[in-house]
Structures are given as structure tokens and as C-alpha cells.
């Protein structure tokens, strides 16, 4: 047929994509290069008008639901069936960079231009969407609208919640289109969607390192915190002999290092774990430490390697804890599962990088993203994009176009073979 002809020589236009990177990196530049373009802010509200006004001109059916994510949909031939949709997110984080999430999100759009120029209707509908507050913000609500539609954030998570100037998010939301009052209205349906795809830059070093330019993501990573309380003995620095020290920080200090250890030594390269945040008491020059309060986070794409890490570890403490005679306190603060993607959107993926010929790695998502959410509802995927420097978070961020091209061409396609390999 010639359909599929057509359909195997489409490529993205990759300077209009790249037009559109820098049109969006216009709201919330600032004078060092990065980007301030926060949750429900000035700039993120006209961000958010900029793109609105991009899908209009498409003629897509356009809506910002209950929780302000930013939907545009196509129809297909048959609109009986789920939409495939694919996006990301247009917030920032404080001095942060034009790529994590934008790019998810003008990729999705430069494929809905893509289909309209080249008047290709697929089976499914297929939908754009921005989702809200997808960074850490002042409202302290991550990860927002992907979890606003999947029904684990409500109504009563965001009632009476402000940012530090005491400004309410349900009126930050209002601004934005959204509607607090009928919150719950945002979730999604069972049915709804058939699938999801989010590209997003990878933030490390793994694909760059491999001179390899597409990353087809197999798992977002689960994330297990806990807070440790070490306890020793107060005394004089001065007059206490070595021997006769019972010092918290040092067995602290054990114990994190014993942790470095455990995840260097595991044979699977994207268990992490890090200690980035410690109390010291009673905190003087003069005084033996006598507690130490920090919070162990320890991340990895399968919940048993994150449960290896742990046994190992905890081996680690008991000896610690004995040989320096310190009182260990744990406490679980968050264990969050890693979410598989989905087995039939990996193996597409997968065929559509070989056959335009690009090199791919199967690797695992060390950050959490919406995808991590929408994974619960429908059949979920991502794409990486190699970064520069495996910098992220920061004005330096930043992705090659040849790079991004062609794991746009590898969304593209996997998009096409989807409408035609999924009913439901």
C-alpha cells in the first residue's frame, strides 16, 4: 500500500524543531543563560499561552483540564478507539535548562505538524499533552498533573496548600486554567488511552559515554529514603583520648561509606546511593559529636537490586554499630517502586531505531518523570536523548540536534506502528 510507502520515508523537519526550542527558551531566560521558568509563574503562564497558540494553529481540539495539563487532540479514523499520546512538560526548575521536559513536549508538537503538512490521519487519535508541575516548585508538588490524571494527587492534597509568600496553589492553579474545585474531574478514564511515549534527555552520561544517540528506557527508578539516627557520646574534644571516644559522626561517616561500597560493588550499574543531607549535634568545634541525623536515598530500576543494596548495607551498619558502640535508629520516609515500561512499547521502539538505522541502548531512567505515573494507566514508554556532559538542572544543559533528530524520527515511527499494531 502506498500508505506505508509514505509512512517509512517521513522525517521530522529538524530546523523547525530546533526554531521552536529556542522560541520556548525565550520565556523565562535570565542573564546567566538558564531558565526561571517555575511552576504557575509569569513565565510559565505565558510558556504555557505560547504553546496553546502553536496547537491552535494546527486545528487540534484543544483543552487544559481540571489540574492544567495541556491536552491536544487529533482524531483518527476510528475514534472509537484510546488515544496514543505523547508529551512532557514545559516547567523549570530555578536557573535551569531549555531541554529536560520542553523537549519531550516540541517534539510532540513538531509530530503533530509533521502529520497535518503531509495529510496523514492515523487509526487512533493521537494526543499531545503538557502536563503541570512536573519539577520540584515552591508548592512542594511534584510530578502534579501526571499524578493529578491518575488519581493519586486529589482535591485534598492541594486545598489550603501556598507557596513561601503564602500564596494559595488553588488559586495558582486557577491562573493556569485549571479548577480546583472540580479536581477529581482531571482523571483519566479507564479506556481513554492505549499508550504513552515521553522523550525526554537523559541527564547522565551513559549514552554520550557510548557515542550511542538513542536510549529506549526499560524502567523508571524506584526511590527508597530513609532517615538514620546515629548516637554517641558528647565530650570534650580536648581532654578525651581516642580509645575513650564514642563518636557519632565517625560512625556516621562509617556507615555512609559502607553505602558507597555496597551500590559501587553491584553488579548493576544504576543502583545508586547517596547521602545529601546531615545534622550534626551538638555541631562545635570543641564537642565529640553525640548525634547525627541524615537521610539515606538509595535508587535503582528493579526493586530487588534496590533490596540487595539494602540487606547488604544493613550487614554494614550491625558492624558499625557494634565496633564504635553507637545506638542506630532507622526510619523509612519513602519506598517508591520503580515502574516498568511497557514491554510492547520497548520492543517497537527497538524495531524503529533499527530500521532507520540508529544505534540504541537499553537503559534504565535514574530520575522520575510523568511517565513513571501514566505507567499505571496505560502502556508507557520513554526515549532519551544523550546529554551534553550528562548536565541537566542547570544553564549548561544541553542535547546535540542531530541527536535529537533522530530520536524524534525513532518517536515518530514508533507512534505510526503503534496505531497500527494496538486496538485497545
Known amino acids: 500500500m502506498v500508505y506505508f510507502v509514505e509512512l517509512k520515508q517521513l522525517?521530522?523537519?529538524?530546523?523547525?524543531?530546533?526554531?521552536?526550542?529556542?522560541?520556548?527558551?525565550?520565556?523565562?531566560?535570565?542573564?546567566?543563560?538558564?531558565?526561571?521558568?517555575?511552576?504557575?509563574?509569569?513565565?510559565?503562564?505565558?510558556?504555557?499561552?505560547?504553546?496553546?497558540?502553536?496547537?491552535?494553529?494546527?486545528?487540534?481540539?484543544?483543552?487544559?483540564?481540571?489540574?492544567?495539563?495541556?491536552?491536544?487532540?487529533?482524531?483518527?479514523?476510528?475514534?472509537?478507539?484510546p488515544a496514543i499520546a505523547f508529551g512532557s512538560h514545559i516547567d523549570t526548575v530555578p536557573n535551569g535548562g531549555k531541554y529536560d521536559g520542553a523537549l519531550g513536549v516540541l517534539i510532540a508538537l513538531e509530530v503533530m505538524k509533521l502529520l497535518r503538512e503531509h495529510d496523514i490521519v492515523t487509526r487512533h487519535p493521537l494526543a499531545?499533552?503538557?502536563?503541570?508541575?512536573?519539577?520540584?516548585?515552591?508548592?512542594?508538588?511534584?510530578?502534579?498533573?501526571?499524578?493529578?490524571?491518575?488519581?493519586?494527587?486529589?482535591?485534598?492534597?492541594?486545598?489550603?496548600?501556598?507557596?513561601?509568600?503564602?500564596?494559595?496553589?488553588?488559586?495558582?492553579?486557577?491562573s493556569a486554567g485549571g479548577d480546583p474545585d472540580r479536581f477529581e474531574e482531571a482523571v483519566l478514564k479507564s479506556g481513554d488511552l492505549c499508550a504513552f511515549i515521553e522523550v525526554h534527555i537523559e541527564q547522565g552520561k551513559r549514552l554520550l559515554n557510548q557515542a550511542i544517540p538513542v536510549g529506549v528506557v526499560t524502567a523508571?527508578?524506584?526511590?527508597?529514603?530513609?532517615?538514620?539516627?546515629?548516637?554517641?557520646?558528647?565530650?570534650?574534644?580536648?581532654?578525651?583520648?581516642?580509645?575513650?571516644?564514642?563518636?557519632?559522626?565517625?560512625?556516621?561517616?562509617?556507615?555512609?561509606?559502607?553505602?558507597?561500597?555496597?551500590?559501587?560493588?553491584?553488579?548493576?550499574k544504576e543502583v545508586v546511593g547517596t547521602v545529601g543531607r546531615m545534622i550534626v549535634s551538638p555541631n562545635a568545634a570543641?564537642?565529640?559529636?553525640?548525634?547525627?541525623?541524615?537521610?539515606?536515598?538509595?535508587?535503582?530500576?528493579?526493586?530487588?537490586?534496590?533490596?540487595?543494596?539494602?540487606?547488604?548495607?544493613?550487614?554494614?551498619?550491625?558492624?558499625?554499630?557494634?565496633?564504635?558502640?553507637?545506638?542506630?535508629?532507622?526510619?523509612?520516609?519513602?519506598?517508591?517502586?520503580?515502574?516498568?515500561m511497557d514491554e510492547e512499547v520497548i520492543k517497537v521502539c527497538q524495531e524503529q531505531s533499527r530500521e532507520l538505522g540508529y544505534a540504541y541502548d537499553l537503559l534504565g531512567s535514574m530520575a522520575g518523570h510523568d511517565a513513571t505515573h501514566m505507567a499505571s494507566i496505560t502502556r508507557s514508554g520513554m526515549l532519551f536523548v544523550p546529554s551534553i556532559g550528562g548536565k541537566s538542572h542547570c544553564p549548561d544543559e544541553e542535547s546535540r540536534m542531530e541527536d535529537i533528530e533522530k530520536v524524534s524520527n525513532v518517536m515518530l515511527h514508533a507512534i505510526l506502528e503503534l496505531d497500527q499494531r494496538l486496538d485497545r
Open 11 to 81: 522525517r521530522i523537519n529538524s530546523k523547525r524543531l530546533e526554531e521552536s526550542i529556542h522560541e520556548l527558551a525565550e520565556f523565562g531566560l535570565n542573564e546567566n543563560g538558564g531558565m526561571d521558568r517555575t511552576t504557575f509563574t509569569p513565565d510559565e503562564l505565558a510558556a504555557r499561552d505560547w504553546l496553546k497558540d502553536q496547537l491552535e494553529q494546527l486545528a487540534l481540539e484543544l483543552r487544559v483540564d481540571q489540574a492544567a495539563n495541556i491536552w491536544a487532540k487529533r482524531p483518527g479514523t476510528d475514534n472509537s478507539l
Open 220 to 268: 523508571i527508578t524506584g526511590i527508597y529514603r530513609e532517615e538514620i539516627v546515629v548516637e554517641g557520646e558528647a565530650n570534650h574534644a580536648g581532654t578525651t583520648l581516642m580509645e575513650d571516644r564514642n563518636d557519632a559522626l565517625t560512625a556516621a561517616a562509617e556507615i555512609v561509606l559502607a553505602l558507597e561500597e555496597v551500590c559501587i560493588i553491584h553488579p548493576a
Open 128 to 174: 499531545l499533552v503538557s502536563f503541570s508541575a512536573e519539577e520540584p516548585n515552591p508548592f512542594g508538588l511534584s510530578t502534579f498533573g501526571s499524578r493529578a490524571v491518575t488519581h493519586k494527587l486529589t482535591k485534598e492534597h492541594i486545598v489550603g496548600v501556598t507557596n513561601h509568600d503564602g500564596y494559595l496553589l488553588t488559586e495558582a492553579l486557577r
Open 286 to 340: 570543641n564537642i565529640i559529636p553525640e548525634k547525627v541525623t541524615f537521610i539515606v536515598e538509595i535508587r535503582g530500576k528493579k526493586r530487588e537490586e534496590i533490596r540487595e543494596v539494602i540487606e547488604a548495607w544493613e550487614k554494614r551498619i550491625q558492624c558499625t554499630a557494634l565496633k564504635r558502640s553507637a545506638q542506630v535508629k532507622r526510619k523509612i520516609v519513602l519506598d517508591q517502586d520503580p515502574a516498568p
